[in-house]
């Protein structure tokens, strides 16, 4: 099987599993390897590079906001509880965040693989995954995420086996041949003609008008 079916059945399979609770860090890998696949087959790193830094960002607010709640359970018992509210409050925050940066990574990993493979299903959800993020504040964010992940499922197993578009190699232009030197002969001097001196038969240029010898004039 080629990048493109190995991609297919790896980020079908993998975004299924991440929506399903305790195993959706496998998901999270195997829609990971898809995206490399695809990234190596159409040549543009930047691909895998968004979707590597939106996993990051993903886990980084992920272990945020479990510090954030367990120093606020601490604070609580010297606050009356007053710290574990403010821990819930910041750990909220911080995920909100987080997940909107890790959003944006998505949506431009998601765009350029629309582009490259012709399935604008990947727009589609990398665009809901931004406006779900945003919208996680007044909840109903989840329900475009949980809309996003089903069209992910759908546009990994749209891609088929045509032939991806990638950027055309830069060629230089073959040089024109030089054109073949050409030998210039040495220019001949002209070979002056010569007379003879009528009165003592001297030779001379022909045009002499007196004999270098007795000076008769030439006729």
């Known amino acids: 099987m080629g990048r493109l079916e190995d991609a297919k059945i790896l980020g079908g399979i993998g975004s299924i599993l991440q929506i399903i609770p305790f195993i959706n860090i496998v998901g999270y890998i195997l829609t990971l390897i898809a995206v ?34 367990f120093f606020g359970a601490i604070l609580s018992v010297f606050t009356f509880g007053f710290g574990a509210f403010l821990g819930v409050i910041a750990a909220l925050a911080i995920g909100w ?15 350029k693989i629309a582009t490259r493979l012709n399935v604008g299903m990947f727009r589609t959800a990398g665009t809901l995954y931004f406006v779900g993020a945003l919208l996680t504040i007044i909840f109903v964010g989840f329900l475009i995420l949980f809309i996003a992940f089903i069209l992910q499922v759908v546009a990994f197993f749209s891609i088929h086996e045509a032939q991806p578009m990638v950027p055309a190699p830069v060629t230089q232009a073959p040089m024109a041949p030089e054109p073949a030197a050409t030998a210039n002969p ?5 070979q002056s003609s010569s007379k003879f001196c009528a009165n003592c038969g001297t030779q001379m240029a022909s045009f002499a008008m007196y004999c270098p010898k007795c000076g008769a004039r030439q006729p």
């Open 97 to 111: 965040i987080s997940l909107i940066i890790s959003s944006i990574f998505v949506r431009d990993a998601f765009a």
């Open 186 to 190: 040495t220019p001949q001097a002209p």
């Open 36 to 69: 490399k696949k695809i990234s190596d087959e159409v040549q543009d790193n930047t691909i895998f590079t968004n979707m590597l830094y939106a996993v990051i960002t993903g886990i980084i607010g992920v272990a945020l906001v479990a510090y954030v709640i």
